[in-house]
């Protein structure tokens, strides 16, 4: 089974900040790797497929990179609104999928 | 539109039997693979279930292999899990998953919209 090691597992920031979260695949997956926000009480929501498309109308500020063992997740100046839970999953090798731990980004 | 929504959650005892469903629209929903993903309270998410767009494949997570059957409906556009000998550590939100069109060949993009989820509670 393929390992995805997500860092950090939690992250205190400001709005206006620049952050970046990472993926780590215990072995290559190409780029078959989305990245995802979940906000309490909803349902997980695509940001990044293929590792570094944009999904239509999520805002230019998400942007994903890597390819193969290492992947990032930036975004660029954070909102109000960007303050939730981000998981990475991948999609190469399965069964399983698996997903990252998650990393819960909250306001400093 | 695409739309996922899921229903059938609810309380029930170990060891008992819940079906869940999923109701799709918005979309071609014979021409996709389908998942089930669930997220116990306040943990990540956990991939539980695959199953490809003509039913002829099947996949299950370890945890729930044996216990758990996928199925699908592909004329009432109906996704389908039936969850048996349920335990303590089955309780979570279950959602419905898009996967990928079928013979997508290099360009797979699953996981791209998710149902609302519904609860399922195992408690005595």
């Known amino acids: 089974d393929i390992q995805m090691t997500q860092s950090p597992s939690s992250l205190s920031a400001s709005v206006g900040d620049r952050v970046t979260i990472t993926c780590r695949a215990s072995?290559?997956?190409?780029?078959?790797l989305g990245w995802y926000q979940q906000k309490p009480g909803k349902a997980p929501k695509r940001l990044i497929y293929?590792?570094?498309s944009l999904q239509s109308g999520v805002p230019s500020r998400f942007s994903g990179s890597g390819s193969g063992t290492e992947f990032t997740l930036t975004i660029s100046s954070l909102q109000p609104e960007d303050f939730a839970t981000y998981y990475c999953?991948?999609?190469?090798?399965?069964?399983?999928?698996?997903f990252g731990q998650g990393t819960k980004l909250e306001i400093k | 539109e695409v739309q996922l929504v899921e229903s059938g959650g609810g309380l029930v005892q170990p060891g008992g039997s819940l079906r869940l469903s999923c109701a799709a629209s918005?979309?071609?929903?014979?021409?996709?693979?389908m998942n089930w993903v669930r997220q116990a309270p306040g943990k990540g998410l956990e991939w539980v279930s695959y199953?490809?767009?003509?039913?002829?494949?099947?996949y299950y997570a370890d945890s729930v292999k044996g216990r758990f059957t996928i199925s699908r409906d592909n004329a009432k556009n109906s996704l389908y899990l039936q969850m048996n000998s349920l335990r303590d550590e089955d309780t979570a939100v279950y959602y419905c998953?898009?996967?990928?069109?079928?013979?997508?060949?290099?360009?797979?993009?699953?996981?791209?919209?998710w149902g609302q989820g519904t609860l399922v509670t195992v408690s005595s």
């Open positions: 199953i490809s767009s003509s039913s002829s494949t099947i």
């Open positions: 918005g979309f071609t929903f014979s021409s996709y693979s």
């Open positions: 072995q290559g997956i190409r780029n078959d």
């Open positions: 293929a590792a570094s």
């Open positions: 998953a898009r996967g990928s069109l079928a013979y997508c060949g290099g360009d797979c993009y699953p996981f791209d919209y």
């Open positions: 999953l991948q999609h190469n090798s399965y069964p399983p999928y698996t």
